[in-house]
T-cell receptor, first 111, second 113 residues
Framework: DGGITQSPKYLFRKEGQNVTLSCEQN?????MYWYRQDPGQGLRLIYY???????QKGDIAEGYSVSREKKESFPLTVTSAQKNPTAFYLC??????????FGPGTRLLVL | DQQVKQNSPSLSVQEGRISILNCDYT??????FLWYKKYPAEGPTFLIS?????DKNEDGRFTVFLNKSAKHLSLHIVPSQPGDSAVYFC????????????FGEGTQLTVNP
């Protein structure tokens, strides 16, 4: 059945380490997005991609990187430059200019 | 600059009564608005949306009202059920930015049996 999957559900990062969060969709959606949610706050856009091999920075892109080599996949790397990475990360996808649908999320914790 | 704001962090209502969740926005370029519902440790699920050419959209127990002059929208849930207890986010987008969304902070709704 169609949907958006994110893995892992929980991820632990050590100081100075880069970690990559996976997002896959089989909805044939053109656009994909990464958001971060912190306690008591709304979702903030990190990066988004409207087409393969193209992506744009969102509101809080510093310390993160992405790639979009395949339509189905939009992995997010949290680099060591991100000083406060502990958060709930959400991936979403949509057809262009239509409703976004979200994956189940990945919780990133720093050891 | 918080362009979409939900001023009530929480709301508590009795089962069977109406829940009204409010959202204000500052950017007059926003032309499409959505409500999402989110349970803890899960992704948000889409509830209902409204285009700026309308002032009301209804889907079952959920109705969204848009007041463009006041830059205000609200979500009405009637009747409220305990399973509606969740965090509700409003979001807005503008045609010129494609489907990029700006979210409010969320309102925790608790429906008491």
């Amino acid at each position: 059945d169609g949907g958006i999957t994110q893995s892992p559900k929980y991820l632990f990062r050590k100081e100075g380490q880069n970690v990559t969060l996976s997002c896959e969709q089989n909805l044939n959606h053109d656009a994909m997005y990464w958001y971060r949610q912190d306690p008591g706050q709304g979702l903030r856009l990190i990066y988004y991609s409207q087409i393969v091999n193209d992506f744009q920075k969102g509101d809080i892109a510093e310390g993160y990187s992405v790639s979009r080599e395949k339509k189905e996949s939009f992995p997010l790397t949290v680099t060591s430059a991100q000083k406060n990475p502990t958060a709930f990360y959400l991936c979403a996808s949509s057809m262009r200019s239509e409703t976004q649908y979200f994956g189940p999320g990945t919780r990133l914790l720093v050891l | 600059d918080q362009q979409v704001k939900q001023n009530s962090p929480s709301l508590s209502v009795q089962e069977g009564r109406i829940s009204i969740l409010n959202c204000d926005y500052t950017n007059s370029m926003f032309d499409y608005f959505l409500w999402y519902k989110k349970y803890p440790a899960e992704g948000p699920t889409f509830l209902i949306s409204i285009s700026s050419i309308k002032d009301k959209n209804e889907d079952g127990r959920f109705t969204v009202f848009l007041n463009k002059s006041a830059k205000h929208l609200s979500l009405h849930i009637v009747p409220s059920q305990p399973g509606d207890s969740a965090v509700y986010f409003c979001a807005a987008s503008k045609e010129t930015s494609g489907s990029r969304l700006t979210f409010g902070e969320g309102t925790q709704l608790t429906v008491n049996p």
